[in-house]
């Protein structure tokens, strides 16, 4: 069974930095991209960073310069790494295996069942 399972969220002050981990279980992120999305109450969801199988990352102009994403092929993992850190970043965010090996679009095979992440002002 493919489980991907996300870590790393809780509270934090405005201005301060979280780092979100996603792991997998039964399956290997080697060969796909690997996207962080979230979601906020009321509102769309958003990805928030998605990095290639060969390491090219994207931002949308919302986190950019702020959030960095990477992946640790040895680990099996993939992080997301969250800094100055505003209130209207607070969503649950998870991560999602893409159907391809570049940030295609949203499809996915697989996703995690997210982690909070609130920020106060």
């Known amino acids: 069974e493919v489980q991907l399972v996300e870590s790393g969220g809780g509270l934090v002050q405005a201005g301060g930095s979280l780092r979100l981990s996603c792991g997998a279980s039964g399956f290997t992120f080697d060969g796909y991209a690997v996207k962080w999305f979230r979601q906020a109450p009321g509102k769309e969801r958003e990805g928030v960073s998605c990095?290639?199988?060969?390491?090219?990352?994207y931002y949308p102009d919302s986190v950019k310069g702020r959030f960095t994403i990477s992946r640790d092929s040895a680990k099996n993992t993939v992080y997301l790494q969250m800094n100055a850190l505003k209130p209207e970043d607070t969503a649950v965010y998870y991560c999602a295996v893409l159907k391809f090996h570049a940030c295609w679009g949203d499809g996915y095979h697989y996703r995690g069942q997210g982690t909070q992440v609130t920020v106060s002002s």
């Open positions: 990095i290639n199988s060969d390491g090219r990352t």
